[in-house]
């Protein structure tokens, strides 16, 4: 009866906090001087100190982040769920928090619903339940966020060749870089937006008075994408020496075009032994069923028959 009256005390401990998770992620915050600083450091991909920043700010969420860094290894850990949280095309404030306060959480809801269905159990059992919930909480979240950012990355790729071939025809009508991604930008917002919001995130960053060169290392440590390394090494170096940057697009674009035919026939290549396994476990046994069963049954029906005639 206690353990019980623990269980749904903590689940409706959790299930409040989540609620009011959700508030506060869809309160407007009253401070746009502080907004406009927190979205400048997090466009910019600036790593600044997580307990400072949990400290310095206000809220329940904060409030949660600066205990779980209390903890040995928490601070690392909401770092790097920040930097991949960023790599998933994620950067507000709040979904940040709530990642990281429901990741804990469920982890807690397993590990509390794990002992409850051992309650009275040997202690080995209760043991064993304990780390599976543990290993399960704690991978399960990072396997969804892994999967996010992969998502997010093979998008920005895919966007890559027709974006750079529209920026090297709006390059080559006269207009200048920035303009031109800004151009890009609203055209391809509506086809590709992760890309368009990146390329707009650069040119937000040059107008506030950040570096071209390093607003786009910025957006190589965001994305981690080798392609987008690749065009703003050339972009900078374009910038650096003075050489015709539409030209170079143009043939970048035809490479990135190669790479990506290139890629879908290797998917094609793959497939093949891809189902390979399915058709082993799942087409062949059926396939043996069907052919195989009916000669069978007839050939048993003939035995049958023949030993009946005889023993008469």
Do not use: C
């Amino acid at each position: 009866m206690l353990g019980a009256a623990l269980f749904f005390t903590l689940a409706f401990a959790t299930l409040a906090a989540l609620l009011w998770s959700g508030l506060l992620l869809f309160r407007q915050e009253e401070n746009p001087l502080d907004d406009r600083l927190e979205a400048l450091q997090s466009s910019a991909g600036v790593q600044t100190t997580t307990r400072r920043r949990r400290r310095a700010g206000g809220g329940i969420l904060n409030s949660l982040l600066y205990v779980i860094s209390l903890v040995p290894g928490g601070d690392e850990w909401l770092r790097e769920t920040e930097r991949e949280l960023q790599s998933a095309g994620v950067r507000r404030r709040e979904v940040i928090a709530i990642y990281s306060v429901g990741n804990v959480a469920f982890l807690l809801v397993l590990v509390v619903v794990g002992q409850y269905f051992q309650w009275g159990a040997p202690v080995s059992n209760k043991i064993v339940m304990l780390v599976v919930a543990g290993i399960l909480g704690w991978l399960l979240p990072r396997q969804i966020l892994y999967r996010l950012v992969a998502r997010y990355r093979r998008r920005l790729q895919q966007a890559l060749p027709d974006t750079i071939d529209l920026l090297g025809i709006v390059l080559g009508t006269g207009l200048a870089l920035d303009q031109a991604l800004l151009r890009v930008s609203e055209e391809m917002q509506h086809i590709y937006p992760e890309l368009a919001n990146e390329f707009y995130t650069v040119v937000m960053q040059v107008k506030a008075g950040q570096e071209r060169s390093k607003a786009f290392n910025a957006l190589v440590r965001r994305t981690g994408v080798e392609d987008v390394k690749s065009l703003a090494a050339m972009i900078v170096q374009s910038e650096r020496f003075g050489t015709s940057l539409s030209q170079a697009l143009k043939v970048y674009a035809e490479s990135l075009r190669t790479r990506r035919r290139l890629r879908a026939e290797a998917a094609i290549g793959k497939a093949g032994i891809k189902m390979l396994f399915p058709i082993v476990l799942f087409i062949l046994p059926a396939l043996f069923v069907v052919v195989l069963v009916p000669a069978l049954i007839s050939i048993l029906r003939n035995l049958g028959g023949g030993i009946g005639a005889g023993a008469r």
